[in-house]
């Protein structure tokens, strides 16, 4: 997952926008760098406070993380995993 995203990591020269997960609206390309520092926390085990919630009958978890970049808020950012997935 986290070499998928790093090779992404050219186009925050490149494009001017990046949708990922279940986002619906388009995020400025600035936020790759903060969801490539989130998935490392998850893959690291820095999951102590992420949230269980149920999507679609699965067991899923929500991982907080911060946005680097001012144009957003630092909070609410979230990746969704399932622990055997990760």
Known sequence: M???LERLAFLTDRADYILHGYNMALNDIS???SVIIG???VLAGNTTDDEELKIASKKVFRHPYKALDGEYDSEN???YYRP???
């Open 2 to 4: 986290i070499k998928g």
């Open 31 to 33: 936020l790759l760098p």
């Open 39 to 41: 998935a490392k926390e």
């Open 77 to 79: 950012h979230y990746i």
């Open 84 to 86: 055997e997935k990760k």
